[in-house]
Antibody, heavy 120, light 108 residues
Framework: QVQLQESGPGLVKPSQTLSLTCTVS??????????WSWIRQPAGKGLEWIGR???????NSNPSLKSRVTISVDTSKNQFSLRLNSVTAADTAVYYC????????????WGQGTLVTVSS | ERVMTQSPATLSVSPGERATLSCRAS??????LAWYQQKPGQAPRLLIY???TRATGIPARFSGSGSGTEFTLTISSLQSEDFAVYYC??????????FGQGTKLEIK
């Protein structure tokens, strides 16, 4: 059973870069059957898709964030990562990683989420 | 971008009763719609995909219907563990994949 776990700093200063890693266990991130995605949720609000990466390194991002988002994959560590630069308080949220079946594109399963607060 | 609108924002229902949640797309998403359940402090859990197919392990009291722009999630007989926030998500047109704003299902 595949499990995902987010990790990274819980506090980031404004204008700096948010960096998170998602570690996949119970399955290979190199499987050609899946995309690997990031989603976030500000406190008390809804869900926003950030972007996704395929095992080849091909990525797609939400146009609203595209210029600030970098998603990468490290198949040797079975991990994928998110970098979001020039953060502001509006980027404060719980960040989730999730698996997406290729040609299906619903999210299952999800990691437990990690809270990132942007504050000086 | 497809805008997903859920109604109502909050639904109060008694245990054992039926709950009906709605999700509307700003343009057709065919049947490319999923539903998720989120409990406080937890990640969302996939309930339904393809508008009407239950995910693995999801009880039969959860059912989805609809296509095009109008979708419904029905919970036939509410159990205590069903009180949560429910989100719909379209995956017909991207980027971005878009979610509804959620319906909070609370105990009446």
């Amino acid at each position: 059973q595949v499990q995902l776990q987010e990790s990274g700093p819980g506090l980031v200063k404004p204008s700096q870069t948010l960096s998170l890693t998602c570690t996949v266990s119970g399955g290979s991130i190199s499987s050609g059957s899946y995309y690997w995605s990031w989603i976030r949720q500000p406190a008390g609000k809804g869900l926003e898709w950030i972007g996704r990466i395929y095992t080849s390194g091909s990525t797609n991002s939400n146009p609203s964030l595209k210029s600030r988002v970098t998603i990468s994959v490290d198949t040797s560590k079975n991990q994928f990562s998110l970098r979001l630069n020039s953060v502001t308080a509006a980027d404060t949220a719980v960040y989730y990683c999730a698996r997406v079946v290729v040609a299906a594109t619903w999210f299952d399963p999800w990691g437990q989420g990690t809270l990132v607060t942007v504050s000086s | 971008e497809r805008v997903m609108t859920q109604s109502p924002a909050t639904l109060s229902v008694s245990p054992g009763e039926r709950a009906t949640l709605s999700c509307r797309a700003s343009q057709s998403v065919s049947n490319n719609l999923a539903w998720y359940q989120q409990k406080p402090g937890q990640a969302p859990r996939l309930l339904i995909y393809g508008a009407s197919t239950r995910a693995t392990g999801i009880p039969a009291r959860f059912s989805g219907s609809g296509s095009g722009t109008e979708f419904t999630l029905t919970i036939s007989s509410l159990q205590s563990e069903d009180f949560a926030v429910y989100y719909c998500q379209q995956y017909n047109n991207w980027p971005p994949y878009s979610f509804g704003q959620g319906t909070k299902l609370e105990i009446k």
